[in-house]
């Protein structure tokens, strides 16, 4: 179990694990025998049952509603409608982008899908029959689909319920100098341009989201479970829209079928099923079907960018420039800090030094699902990534350049870190190169460019695609970084019982990441009490200090380093015990991993249990230290963390049908100092899965009405392990200089860095074709269209 196998022998002794490495996760005996426990696993006694009537439209106001007969249904408690809600106040609830969103229909539907009516009955088949005896009429509207007509004169206005709305702009954001950018542009001896779009994908998380509400009329208090993967912030959230004073209000995030985003905002299910355990005086249960996922919560992406590159002919890379039209869909709920409307989007300089950058994001609104959400990035930072790694690579074709040499020779070098780039972000630490040769060595690029040359002469499709990524995670410092006011600060509460076991309080929630032993591993690294006797708590807000939850790669960024903080103050405190019980004074004693002993005599000493029972015993302590060895810390982390990594994919391509087959793909990642390897392995292989699925197969579209053509998983295609290949996996470790422990968050690295490798081998391989550009998801159907000199209209 303890095994410390570095899986890549050749980076060596940098492989030094954190508090037992490679050890096997301690939540996995409950997951792989069916034990885990969640949110539809909850029953409470006298428990009702939720189901949303949804809109059938995208656009259309709503005339009346009858519910007369769905009322007289068997079982049926409660039928509620917007104008119920609007009754209490709790038609519209805030969202974590500073608009508003309905939470039934009052007024108008602005997408398909969206809740209309609510349904409580005793069990779920009563409330899902119930709903079909509901009658709606609507007075279609045309809708607004394409978000490259959202703003023509006469386009229908989705958001007339704001006040003065005219248009469908929702904002204009830039970052970078617009005059240095242009003239250094206007002076490059080459300019290439691309329109790139990252289309609307779906973070699509196995479990679906639902909740269980359990609200006392007597006490007045409300205890929700929920799958989400922000409980506090939603306490806060509920209580400022419900008026339930928040110590009354507890948020239970129990075992997560995978968050990847989708679970960050607040739905309006979860809302209803508050409102119909207030009105029914019974618990309410609420989960969604898979459809529902797919057509009402948050998307991604969906993002149309114009890329330009200016550069000098022999390949040095001058600026950077853009503007995007970002689609938010009906309402703003899109979840990022709020200085950021396009989230961390301006890190699209990637990872090269450049003389300057200049970009500019368009929000609008469409007849689509609100959301924009992070879907395993950091803000925005897969469609910055992809953009500049696009980008890198059409150019390296227009110059005749090798990619991976117009890579190397463009690089932020090891010594300018830390690297202010030009849209205003501090890189904390990076060694690019070493990390690039070394997926080139375990790729064998000469050996494959050889190969590829070769096929090429004899028509076959082999395409070599390189992607180089800089993340920018662990939001954020309070200074600069907030949701809904809200500062990213999180806590970390440390007790150790008297027989020496713990217990770490985080504020963050797991969703599959494996919190609950790497941040033991931590402690145990830091204490010296092995991990098997540390329990980690989160996910319940009666239990855990107050956090803005996980996302973005921001708990070992951030809540790791407020554990490892915690401990290092248990650890100073129990020198003071250990000094009080050895009756020496606590500068005379040096730690060694899990005790304290006497300076010059080894064998005088405490462990760390022992300390724990003298701290909750009867010897005397010194001025200040109390009875306990416990402790408490809220970390505001000075700046973000800044991992990186070299992919390198090789794809074959079926001249026939266009069929694209990822033969190969080699992921170097750096997330600085690694807590367990087999952890982030684990993380790795699941984020190039999901960005193989995004070049290749995803994508959330509609039809001119407005019809969502990605409702089920027979039509929004994820992949299985039978789309992807065997993982090549290696690293370099480059920690970070401001975190306690030298970590770099790492769970969206893959996703953000995947995509663009796929996409770059796949117009690799089709460059004889004269195919500059795809857009994904590179199907057959549009592979073998590119391979025509055929391109779909915008
Ligand atoms: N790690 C280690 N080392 C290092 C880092 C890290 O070991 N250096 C590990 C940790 O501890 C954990 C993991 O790994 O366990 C991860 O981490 P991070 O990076 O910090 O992250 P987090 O915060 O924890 O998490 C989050 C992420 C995200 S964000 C996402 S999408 C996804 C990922 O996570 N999701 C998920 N992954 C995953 N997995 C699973 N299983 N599931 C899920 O759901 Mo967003 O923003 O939300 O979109």
């Given at each position: 179990i303890l095994e410390d196998r570095p899986s890549n022998p050749a980076a060596g002794d940098h492989d030094r694990p954190i508090g037992h490495g490679r050890m096997q996760r301690k939540e996995d005996p409950r997951f792989v025998r069916g034990k885990g426990h969640y949110v539809d696993d909850i029953v409470l006694p006298g428990m009702l049952h939720g189901a949303i009537l949804r809109a059938p439209v995208a656009h259309a106001r709503l005339v009346s509603i009858d519910t007369t007969a769905a009322l007289a249904h068997p079982g049926v408690h409660a039928v509620i409608t917007g104008t119920d809600l609007q009754a209490l106040g709790l038609a519209w609830a805030p969202t974590l982008s500073m608009d508003v969103q309905a939470v039934l229909v009052t007024d108008k539907v602005r997408f398909q899908g969206q809740e209309v009516a609510f349904v409580v009955a005793d069990d779920r088949y009563a409330a899902r029959d119930a709903l079909e005896l509901i009658q709606v009429e609507y007075d279609v509207l045309p809708p607004v689909v394409d978000a490259r007509k959202a703003m023509d004169p006469g386009a229908p206005v989705i958001r007339d319920d704001l006040e003065g709305r005219t248009d469908n702009h929702i904002f204009d954001w830039e970052a970078g100098n617009k005059a240095e950018t242009d003239a250094v542009f206007a002076s490059a001896d080459v300019v290439v341009k691309q329109e790139i779009v990252y289309p609307r994908v779906h973070p699509a998380p196995m479990e679906t989201c639902g909740?269980?509400?359990?609200?006392?009329?007597?006490?007045?208090?409300?205890?929700?479970?929920?799958?989400?993967?922000?409980?506090?912030?939603?306490?806060?959230?509920?209580?400022?829209?419900?008026?339930?004073?928040?110590?009354?209000?507890?948020?239970?995030?129990?075992?997560?079928?995978?968050?990847?985003?989708?679970?960050?905002?607040?739905?309006?299910?979860?809302i209803l099923a508050v409102v119909g355990s207030i009105v029914t005086g019974k618990p309410v249960k609420w989960v969604e079907d898979r459809s529902e996922n797919l057509m009402s919560t948050s998307f991604a992406r969906d993002y149309i960018m114009q890329g330009e590159i200016a550069a000098t002919r022999d390949g040095k890379i001058l600026a950077l420039r853009t503007n995007v039209l970002a689609d938010h869909g009906a309402f703003n709920a899109t979840a990022q800090p709020t200085k950021y409307p396009a989230g961390f989007f301006h890190i699209f300089t990637g990872s090269y030094d450049l003389a300057a950058a200049h970009c500019t994001v368009t929000g609008v609104y469409t007849n689509?699902?609100?959301?924009?959400?992070?879907?395993?990035?950091?803000?925005?930072?897969?469609?910055?990534?992809?953009?500049?790694?696009?980008?890198?690579?059409?150019?390296?074709?227009?110059?005749?350049?090798?990619?991976?040499?117009?890579?190397?020779?463009?690089?932020?070098?090891?010594?300018?870190?830390?690297?202010?780039?030009?849209?205003?972000?501090?890189?904390?630490?990076?060694?690019?190169?070493?990390?690039?040769?070394?997926?080139?060595?375990?790729?064998?690029?000469?050996?494959?460019?050889?190969?590829?040359?070769?096929?090429?002469?004899?028509?076959?499709?082999?395409?070599?695609?390189?992607?180089?990524?800089?993340?920018?995670?662990?939001?954020?410092?309070?200074?600069?970084?907030?949701?809904?006011?809200?500062?990213?600060?999180?806590?970390?509460?440390?007790?150790?019982?008297?027989?020496?076991?713990?217990?770490v309080r985080i504020s963050v929630q797991s969703q599959g990441q494996g919190h609950e032993t790497t941040f033991a591993q931590i402690v145990a690294e830091e204490i010296g009490i092995p991990p098997e006797d540390i329990d980690v708590v989160h996910g319940d807000t009666d239990q855990t200090p107050?956090?803005?939850?996980?996302?973005?790669?921001?708990?070992?960024?951030?809540?790791?380093?407020?554990?490892?903080?915690?401990?290092?103050?248990?650890?100073?405190?129990?020198?003071?015990?250990?000094?009080?019980?050895?009756?020496?004074?606590?500068?005379?004693?040096?730690?060694?991993?899990?005790?304290?002993?006497?300076?010059?005599?080894?064998?005088?000493?405490?462990?760390?249990?022992e300390i724990a029972m003298g701290a909750h015993g009867t010897v005397a302590l010194p001025e200040g230290i109390d009875g306990n060895l416990d402790a408490e810390v809220t970390y505001d982390p000075p700046n973000l963390t800044f991992p990186f990594g070299a992919y390198i994919c090789v794809v074959d391509i079926d001249p026939g049908t266009g069929h694209v087959k990822v033969r190969r793909f080699i992921a170097v990642d750096d997330c600085g100092t690694r807590i367990n390897p087999m952890i982030i392995e684990g993380q790795i292989h699941g984020g190039l899965t999901d960005g193989v699925g995004m070049a290749l197969m995803e994508i959330i579209e509609f039809d001119a009405e407005g019809n969502c053509l990605g409702g089920s998983l027979m039509d929004y295609l994820i992949p299985t392990a039978m789309e992807v290949p065997?993982?090549?996996?290696?690293?370099?470790?480059?920690?970070?200089?401001?975190?306690?422990?030298?970590?770099?968050?790492?769970?969206?690295?893959?996703?953000?860095?995947?995509?663009?490798?796929?996409?770059?081998?796949?117009?690799?391989?089709?460059?004889?074709?004269?195919?500059?550009?795809?857009?994904?998801?590179?199907?057959?159907?549009?592979?073998?269209e590119a391979m025509q000199g055929r391109t779909r209209p915008p």
């Open positions: 909740a269980v509400a359990d609200f006392d009329p007597i006490d007045g208090r409300l205890i929700l479970y929920e799958t989400t993967q922000a409980p506090h912030a939603h306490r806060t959230l509920f209580a400022m829209v419900s008026g339930i004073p928040e110590h009354k209000i507890r948020v239970v995030s129990p075992d997560i079928g995978g968050g990847f985003g989708n679970k960050v905002g607040i739905y309006p299910g979860y689509k699902a609100p959301g924009g959400v992070a879907y395993a990035c950091s803000f925005r930072v897969t469609e910055a990534v992809y953009l500049v790694e696009r980008m890198v690579d059409i150019l390296a074709r227009k110059l005749e350049m090798d990619p991976a040499e117009l890579r190397l020779k463009n690089f932020i070098k090891k010594e300018q870190f830390p690297y202010p780039n030009k849209t205003g972000w501090e890189y904390d630490s990076g060694d690019y190169e070493p990390t690039m040769r070394l997926s080139m060595k375990m790729a064998g690029y000469d050996e494959l460019r050889r190969e590829q040359k070769e096929k090429r002469e004899r028509g076959e499709l082999m395409g070599i695609g390189i992607s180089f990524f800089t993340e920018t995670v662990g939001a954020g410092p309070r200074k600069d970084m907030d949701i809904l006011g809200l500062g990213m600060a999180d806590g970390a509460e440390l007790r150790i019982h008297p027989t020496g076991k713990a217990v107050f956090g803005l939850g996980t996302y973005g790669s921001r708990s070992t960024p951030v809540s790791g380093a407020a554990v490892a903080l915690v401990a290092r103050k248990v650890r100073e405190k129990a020198r003071f015990i250990a000094a009080a019980m050895l009756e020496t004074r606590p500068e005379d004693l040096e730690w060694e991993k899990g005790r304290w002993f006497v300076k010059g005599d080894p064998s005088v000493g405490k462990t760390m249990a065997d993982w090549e996996t290696g690293f370099t470790v480059t920690p970070s200089p401001h975190h306690p422990i030298g970590a770099k968050g790492v769970g969206e690295s893959a996703t953000v860095g995947s995509p663009p490798a796929v996409v770059n081998a796949v117009v690799d391989a089709l460059a004889p074709f004269g195919v500059v550009h795809m857009d994904m998801p590179c199907t057959p159907s549009r592979v073998w």
